[in-house]
């Protein structure tokens, strides 16, 4: 069977692992639980008619407590960069970690989910942003780990993204 | 039982599992097969003794480049994998890390799990992360309250000012004595209100709402040296903790005069934030050096740090942001540097930071001297009891001055002239470069003042003819641009072509006089580059872009009538012909970009945006400025394509400017339109606008 591997990538908090684990079991828990070093997942979905598996790739949040090493990354086949809505800063940070993945990995398929869109009273990102993040290439989706917004569907998009690469 | 196979045992039940690398992917397993392996990996290849681990576990797969790179290496000490989790047959979590050693030839390789310590790490991990939210969230609710706050201090102190220009006003009237005595204390306390609710904001905002409006009230003149070794000598126990050495630069000659405009306390307060900033990022053991240096005409402070340097993904100008901060989190709300910014650039300052080709970072900012301003400046009467602004204002002009105005916007020329004639002095008009350098050759005038982008000739153009004209000569006109531009490119274009001052649009009252008149009085005296100031205060003849950033803030809080109002010193006649003649140009502007955008015509969008710009800005219209300032620069850069949403914001933020003006049209109407106060050389249509 295929496999493919995905890393999440992101500021801590901002619901990397929550939405691991909404598309791998469908649950979602309220409280925080930081993680430490990498979570690894897998999840067999059906791409183009064929079966494969998606080995995720959930890394902590890089913060002054932990820095994530490059090494985790090798290999991967895509990767998902969350930033949290609510909090303009982990876009920032994300982007800027995104920096540093393509000068060491190139291009390669990837989209930026700004997360816990549920949340819209504590949104902090402007639409003119998101507009300008568009025009800058980049496939932009609005995702809850919390109500499974878009979740399902950019696991799904990232795979097919990561087979026709 | 063997010696080896005790071993073995424990590190089983330690949870350790064991292998030894063989090559190409293929491992010995040492002792027994953990059942914790097995409820993640599934049983032990049945009948083998070697298995391929990096099959089992895409984390060890990954891991082995480097363990291979390590045992390759024949290094000592271990290559370690770091934590990660994976889930057992149960779907419970299992915490694990990997580590490779090379012990007498043989390639180890250890997997550890790690349930027994994890939840301790996990703890603290969480304990951690869960005071950074928290910490985070308190910064945005202090910057929410910091906006709040100072929008409340704003529209507060906007009817303040309002009166103040009425005493103003009503001062030159001719009063009776004991009316006169009224007034001038109405006068003195609603100065004294003011300089109480900035002292509220100052308090209650710390460092920056109080920085964006409050006066200057210094007239001292500190040693900058001075002030770096008073922060050194403050810091160096912080330092010293740090395990950072902190010194004052040895080179730096203490008898020189470093004398600087401003304040010492302020100017402590810079080096302690420049101090605090560099403390954050230096390595232990390394050395923070504080100095000055003589820099033609200006003194450059400066603090170099050994650090890792400025960070690549920030540019220069967001560290100086408000509420920017370093990527690691580790400074505070981010108002440091911006106020050390806004303080620096007020007193005609610039500042900045770079990383340093040794290594490290400077964090620098570089003021006039102070015998700069004590050359432009008047008496000493000046720094007596009222804020020097405020006097200076009061204070007639010591020599009526001949002023050319070059505007092709009629409004601006108007508002200008006014403000000029109130103050005593003559002003003409004229509508661009080509008239004015006409108009100098048939006449002399002690002041040009000049817009920079005009039809036919520009404020550039028109500098550059004039100054070639004055080639060979004594003779040395002054020239003060004023522009909308924004950019220190911008600035150093001006002063390139040849001018001698430059003015920010809108135009502020205050400092349209102070400009002047330092100019004037100090005609040849007056360096092309400096920075003057009048009375004792330490404005710029040069505005900086963050004091033109800070008035864009303050006006974007603003009504129309009250923005109007202030520009205007409460002139009602003026203000009334200002909105009239807005009112009557703008409707025809707007259709006249309209035309060029369904026509695609970038070049005349950008020319009737242009001149549009200028006329909103009288008002503080910030939001329709901007519009107008973005179709300018999309015709300037031939990219049409965003024109029609942009012009339709404008047209939306014209529609509320015209509501916000009608109690002034209204009034208009009754009293009649006010008669022109400024001559107009050319142009007549302006002229019958004006009746």
């Known amino acids: 069977m295929i496999q493919k591997k995905v890393c999440m990538l992101g500021s801590f908090s901002v619901g990397k692992t929550s939405l691991v684990r909404r598309f791998v079991d469908s649950i979602f828990d309220d409280k925080y639980h930081t993680t430490i070093g990498v979570k690894v997942d897998k999840k067999i979905v059906k791409t183009n008619g064929e079966d494969v598996t998606l080995v995720l790739w959930d890394i902590h ?22 930033a949290d809505g609510t909090r303009r800063q982990t876009l920032e940070d994300a982007l800027s970690l995104n920096e540093r993945v393509v000068q060491e990995f190139g291009k390669i398929p990837s989209f930026l989910l700004l997360n816990k869109c549920d949340l819209r009273d504590q949104w902090e990102i402007e639409p003119s942003q998101e507009s300008k993040l568009i025009g800058a290439g980049w496939n932009v989706f609005q995702t809850s780990a919390k109500t499974g917004d878009a979740v399902e569907k950019v696991f799904l998009q990232l795979a097919q993204a990561a087979l026709d690469k | 039982m063997p010696a080896g196979s005790i071993f073995e045992s424990f590190f089983a039940t330690q949870g350790f599992a064991l292998f030894e690398f063989l090559g190409d992917g293929e491992f010995r397993l040492i002792g027994t097969w953990p059942n914790w392996c097995q409820s993640m990996w599934g049983d032990f290849p049945a009948n083998q003794q070697n298995i391929r681990i990096g099959d089992v576990s895409p984390f060890l797969e990954n891991f082995l480049f ?39 030839g043989t390639r180890l390789l250890i997997v550890r799990n790690l349930s027994e ?9 969480q304990t951690a992360r869960d005071s950074l939210l928290v910490y985070e969230k308190l910064l945005r609710e202090i910057q929410k309250k910091e906006i709040l706050l100072h929008c409340i201090v704003h529209d507060l102190t906007q009817p303040l000012s309002a009166m103040n220009s009425v005493f103003h006003l009503l001062e030159r009237e001719h009063l009776p004595a004991q009316l006169k005595k009224y007034v001038k204390t109405g006068e003195r306390e609603s100065q004294r209100q003011e300089l109480m609710i900035r002292g509220i904001l100052e308090a209650f905002s710390s460092d920056l709402a109080a920085q964006n409006s409050a006066q200057e009230k210094t007239g001292e003149s500190p040693d900058l040296a001075d002030c770096a070794q008073r922060a050194v000598r403050e810091f160096s126990t912080a330092f010293r903790d740090h395990d950072v050495r902190l010194r004052f630069d040895p080179r730096v000659k203490k008898s020189a005069d470093w004398r600087v405009p401003g304040d010492a306390a302020r100017l402590d307060r810079i080096f302690g934030n420049l101090l605090e900033n560099a403390m954050r990022y230096s390595p232990k053991g390394t050395t923070v050096t504080v100095g000055v240096e003589d820099e033609r005409g200006f003194v450059l402070a400066f603090v170099d740090d050994e650090g890792p340097g400025l960070p690549k993904d920030q540019a220069e100008s967001q560290l100086f942001a408000l509420f920017s901060k370093g990527k690691s989190h580790s400074g505070k709300a981010g108002l440091g540097l911006y106020f050390c910014k806004i303080t620096v650039e007020r007193w005609g300052g610039t500042i900045g930071a770079q990383t340093r080709a040794q290594g490290g970072s400077r964090f620098w900012f570089r003021l006039p001297r102070a015998e700069k301003i004590v050359a432009a400046s008047h008496s000493a009467h000046m720094k007596k009891t009222a804020p020097p602004e405020t006097h200076h204002e009061k204070q007639k002009p010591a020599k009526r001055l001949r002023i050319l105005v070059a505007d092709d916007a009629d409004i601006n020329r108007e508002l200008v002239a006014e403000l000029l004639q109130k103050r005593g002095h003559i002003a003409i008009g004229v509508a661009d470069g080509r008239e004015a350098v006409a108009e100098l050759e048939k006449h002399d005038f002690d002041v040009l003042l000049i817009d920079e982008e005009m039809p036919n000739m520009t404020g550039l153009q028109a500098t550059q003819a004039i100054r070639q004209r004055e080639a060979g000569t004594t003779r040395h006109q002054i020239i003060i641009g004023f522009s909308g531009h924004a950019t220190e490119e911008d600035e150093r274009k001006f002063r390139d072509a040849g001018m001698d001052a430059i003015l ?8 349209l006089y102070q400009v002047l008149e330092s100019a004037s009085a100090g005609a040849n005296l007056l360096p092309r580059t400096s920075h003057v100031a009048a009375g004792g205060a330490t404005s710029g003849a040069t505005e900086t872009i ?39 140009d703008a409707p025809k502007a707007l259709a006249r970009m309209g035309r060029a955008i369904a026509q695609n015509d970038a070049a005349e969008l950008a020319a009737a945006a242009h001149l549009l710009k200028g006329s909103l800005a009288i008002f503080g219209a910030s939001k329709a400025v901007e519009s107008a300032r973005s179709l300018e620069a999309m015709g300037r850069a031939v990219n049409l394509r965003e024109a029609p949403l942009e012009f339709r914001a404008l047209e939306t933020e014209f529609a509320q400017l015209r509501t916000e003006l009608a109690p002034l049209t209204k009034k208009n109407k009754l009293n009649k339109m006010p008669k022109a106060k400024i001559r107009r050389k050319t142009k007549p249509a302006a002229k019958r606008r004006k009746r």
Do not use: C
């Not at chain 1, 949040?61 to 969350?82: I, N, T």
């Not at chain 2, 310590?117 to 991990?125: A, I, K, N, P």
């Open chain 1, 61 to 82: 949040g890089e913060d002054v407590y932990q820095k994530m090493r490059m090494s985790y990354l090798r290999g991967m086949s895509g990767y998902l960069l969350v």
């Open chain 2, 66 to 104: 480097d363990a291979e790179q390590f045992w390759n290496s024949k290094g000592s000490g271990s290559a370690n994998s770091g934590n990660w989790t994976e889930r057992d047959s149960g779907g419970r979590e299992i915490p694990l890390e990997a580590s490779a050693y090379l012990l007498d």
């Open chain 2, 117 to 125: 310590t994890f939840d301790q790490q996990q703890e603290l991990f």
């Open chain 2, 504 to 511: 920010s649009k809108p135009v502020n009252m205050q400092r």
């Open chain 2, 546 to 584: 963050s004091q033109r950033a800070a008035l864009g803030e303050s006006l974007a809080a603003s009504n129309a009538i009250a923005h109007l109002n202030r520009s205007t010193g409460g002139n009602l006649k003026l203000m009334n012909s200002l909105a009239s003649i807005l009112l009557a």
